[in-house]
């Protein structure tokens, strides 16, 4: 009996662990079954989560990059739709794909709407994954970004041409004083800047695309520069969008060999040709032909812009007196000389005496020119901006000019991507 007994308790008591054991297995396997999806919906949120994130990091890069290259478009002097085609261009090679872009020069929103910046906008929408149970909607993302491009320093003498030795050339006993702004030259070549002979140069700075060479030492201002700035950006031509004036039906004459005379704006179809004293009334004049100022002429005007069609040049005698200054408001602001930017290469060449004064911006782009004269304008204010530039004259030249409808030309341009 009393084995019988135990016989029993022992059967029961282990007929009892082993149908709690196989409860409680099941009880784990039905939690198990229940918690799985939130594990891996945890798991997958995350996943997700971490795929959002590193789309919202690539866009911003897309969008600072497509910023960076609307800003150097914006430099070189485009217009707005060409920056926003190289944004675009921008953004689609980095793999903006399905996303959309936005572009405005200047920003429309933020700390620097009045400033010189590319601002780019970009959208797109993420498919999603595994919380796509949840919901079809995508996921909208969105990246700006702002480049903004600044000065270091403004020019009074400017080289256009990409790729010509001694594109700003400095000779022979030449005295010349910058003061407030810099040489720049656009060129490749190591001697873009050369200064040569005994040639004397002081200018805030010297900036070339290319590199530099200085026979002689050139004073710069230690706060702009210490040492010329060699491999910078381009400057853009600051006149590019400048329109050429229409030549009238109508040719104005010129009386060669009157020994005073007042002539009138319009077109000069056989160019013009000047001797004694000349009185040029204010507005524009398109000379078809060459313009020549003859030994001991007097030539004077205010508020005048003179246009040189074609490959026509302009040739100023070392003993003549000139005074011309440009208009201060209108188109023309700031430009007294405007050569045809349709031409071919040629040279003109700016002679006068000590007491002439030439107020406003020689503006070649196709021509080479020679500067030769004793002379600058009003207060220093002129501006030579040629495809080339040649100076072996004495003058002293200065960048404060907006009173008299000048304006600046940037040099040394930087982008940084501030937004």
């Known amino acids: 009996m009393a084995f019988s007994g135990r016989f029993i308790r022992n059967l029961f008591s282990g007929l009892v662990s082993r149908c709690f054991c196989e409860g409680k297995g099941g009880n784990v396997a039905t939690i198990f079954a229940l918690t799985l999806p939130v594990v891996i919906g945890g798991a997958g949120l995350g996943v997700e989560t971490s795929y959002w994130y590193y789309s919202s990091l690539k866009l911003q890069a897309i969008a600072d990059a497509a910023a960076y290259a609307g800003a150097l478009e914006k430099i070189a002097g485009s217009d707005t739709a060409t920056i926003t085609a190289a944004a675009t261009t921008s953004a689609a090679s980095n793999g903006l794909g399905g996303g959309t872009i936005v572009v405005n020069t200047p920003p429309a929103s933020g700390p620097n709407t009045a400033k010189k910046a590319v601002e780019v906008i970009l959208n797109q929408n993420l498919d999603r994954m595994f919380t796509s149970i949840f919901t079809q909607t995508k996921v909208p993302e969105q ?6 491009i600044t000065d270091a320093s403004k020019a009074c003498v400017l080289a256009l041409n990409p790729s010509a030795s001694q594109a700003a050339l400095f000779s022979g006993s030449t005295s010349v004083k910058l003061t407030g702004c810099s040489v720049m030259a656009d060129s490749l070549a190591n001697d873009a800047i050369k200064v040569q002979g005994s040639a004397s140069l002081s200018a805030d700075c010297l900036i070339t695309v290319g590199g530099v060479v200085l026979n002689n030492p050139v004073t710069m201002d230690p706060e702009v520069c210490k040492a010329p700035i060699t491999q910078a950006l381009p400057a853009s031509d600051p006149f590019a969008s ?17 020994s005073a005379q007042i002539l009138q704006p319009g077109t000069y179809c056989s160019g013009m040709n000047l001797n004694g004293n000349i009185t040029l009334s204010p507005g524009v004049y398109v000379v078809q032909g060459d313009l020549k100022i003859n030994a001991g002429a007097v030539i004077q005007g205010s508020d005048v812009t003179i246009f040189m069609a074609g490959s026509n040049t302009i040739s100023m005698n070392g003993n003549a007196t000139v005074t011309l200054a440009a208009p201060t408001t209108g188109t023309y602001s700031g430009v007294l000389f405007y050569g045809d930017r349709t031409g071919t290469a040629a040279q003109s060449t700016f002679n006068g005496t000590a007491t002439s004064l030439l107020t406003g911006a020689i503006y070649f782009p196709r021509q080479q020119v020679n500067y030769l004269g004793n002379f600058s304008g009003k207060n220093g204010c002129t501006q030579v901006v040629a ?11 200065n ?14 341009q930087s982008v940084a991507v501030v937004e």
Do not use: E, F, H, Y
């Open 387 to 397: 495809d080339t530039v040649q100076w072996s004259g004495n003058s002293t030249i």
């Open 242 to 258: 400048l329109p050429a004036p229409a030549a009238s039906n109508q040719c104005q004459p010129v009386n060669s060999g009157k």
């Open 143 to 148: 990246a700006r970004a702002v480049a903004l």
């Open 399 to 412: 960048q404060d000019c907006s009173s008299l409808g000048m304006k600046d030309i940037p040099a040394a």
